[in-house]
């Protein structure tokens, strides 16, 4: 891969491409990071030595292949900055909801060799789930670049471009709403007695097998939920069940703007 590339802002999202990358076995040598906040510049730096980091966006935005690292709003004032200095055969990926194709073309000055992704974390242990669309002007070749960029992420299935705030919702923030969840249980198994690594196991095969069982079984909803006749956390499960479609809804609906 001899693509130069660079990242416009150096948050948890490009360290997320960086460590898939570094174990994917992509040369982090090509890779150059722009963000205003040295610290962060210096921490990811010190995470990946291999890559080069800088203050300036416009460095980062001359490259190959350039993600857009930020979040919509910022995005809307940096775009204007480094239209000028795009190269006419750079690829553009942005890593943001909200700013569609159009509108992210309009920002850069009608440049158009644009792709979107929705990343998720787990990316960075390669199991990462990071649909993608790609813009109209975009050949073959391109496409060739940005799937070998993309495998090491994970899976990185092609999507239609007005379903990626749903799969914002469903699969880059996915993780947050169970995280908090599994990590309360594996700290109650301890305080029943087991060891972190006996907590640990069982809690990791009980929720593979609850996928498998879930996605794997052919059984329908209710049926599934049949197989457990205890479920102590019943009562509670209407108040979670409204706030997942309360607050899900209000963001979806944002995003969507
Ligand atoms: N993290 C995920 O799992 C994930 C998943 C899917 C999509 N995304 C998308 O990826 C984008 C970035 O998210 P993130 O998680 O990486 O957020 P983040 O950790 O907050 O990183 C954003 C970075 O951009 C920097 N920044 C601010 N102004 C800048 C400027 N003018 N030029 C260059 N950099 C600037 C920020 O610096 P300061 O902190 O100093 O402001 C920060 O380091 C967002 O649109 C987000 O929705 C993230």
Request: charged share 20%.
């Given at each position: 891969?001899?693509?130069?590339?660079?990242?416009?802002?150096?948050?948890?999202?490009?360290?997320?491409?960086?460590?898939?990358?570094?174990?994917?076995?992509?040369?982090?040598?090509?890779?150059?990071?722009?963000?205003?906040?040295?610290?962060?510049?210096?921490?990811?730096?010190?995470?990946?030595?291999?890559?080069?980091?800088?203050?300036?966006?416009?460095?980062?935005?001359?490259?190959?292949?350039?993600?857009?690292?930020?979040?919509?709003?910022?995005?809307?004032?940096?775009?204007?900055?480094?239209?000028?200095?795009?190269?006419?055969?750079?690829?553009?990926?942005?890593?943001?909801?909200?700013?569609?194709?159009?509108?992210?073309?309009?920002?850069?000055?009608?440049?158009?060799?644009?792709?979107?992704?929705?990343?998720?974390?787990?990316?960075?242990?390669?199991?990462?789930?990071?649909?993608?669309?790609?813009?109209?002007?975009?050949?073959?070749?391109?496409?060739?670049?940005?799937?070998?960029?993309?495998?090491?992420?994970?899976?990185?299935?092609?999507?239609?471009?007005?379903?990626?705030?749903?799969?914002?919702?469903?699969?880059?923030?996915?993780?947050?709403?169970?995280?908090?969840q599994w990590q309360t249980l594996r700290e109650l198994a301890r305080e029943f007695g087991l060891e972190k690594q006996e907590a640990d196991r069982a809690l990791n095969s009980m929720l593979h097998g609850a996928v498998g069982l879930m996605?794997?079984?052919?059984?329908?909803?209710?049926?599934?939920?049949?197989?457990?006749?205890?479920?102590?956390?019943?009562?509670?499960?209407?108040?979670?069940?409204?706030?997942?479609?309360?607050?899900?809804?209000?963001?979806?609906?944002?995003?969507?703007?």
């Amino acid at each position: 891969m001899h693509a130069k590339i660079g990242f416009i802002g150096g948050g948890r999202i490009t360290a997320i491409f960086l460590s898939a990358w570094k174990g994917g076995g992509i040369d982090l040598k090509e890779v150059i990071v722009s963000d205003p906040d040295a610290e962060v510049l210096a921490s990811l730096k010190a995470r990946f030595p291999e890559i080069h980091i800088v203050s300036e966006n416009r460095l980062s935005a001359a490259q190959d292949v350039v993600f857009l690292s930020l979040h919509p709003p910022v995005a809307k004032t940096v775009l204007p900055q480094i239209a000028q200095v795009l190269t006419p055969k750079a690829l553009v990926v942005s890593l943001a909801p909200v700013l569609t194709f159009e509108k992210l073309s309009e920002l850069l000055g009608g440049f158009s060799r644009l792709a979107r992704m929705i990343p998720n974390a787990p990316s960075l242990v390669h199991r990462g789930f990071n649909p993608f669309a790609f813009g109209s002007g975009l050949a073959k070749e391109d496409r060739a670049l940005l799937d070998r960029l993309f495998c090491p992420l994970g899976e990185h299935p092609q999507v239609a471009e007005a379903k990626l705030e749903a799969y914002a919702i469903l699969a880059a923030m996915g993780p947050t709403y169970f995280w908090f969840q599994w990590q309360t249980l594996r700290e109650l198994a301890r305080e029943f007695g087991l060891e972190k690594q006996e907590a640990d196991r069982a809690l990791n095969s009980m929720l593979h097998g609850a996928v498998g069982l879930m996605f794997e079984s052919g059984m329908d909803y209710a049926a599934m939920l049949d197989t457990v006749p205890v479920k102590p956390l019943a009562e509670s499960q209407e108040g979670i069940e409204r706030v997942f479609r309360e607050k899900l809804s209000a963001l979806h609906a944002r995003l969507k703007g």
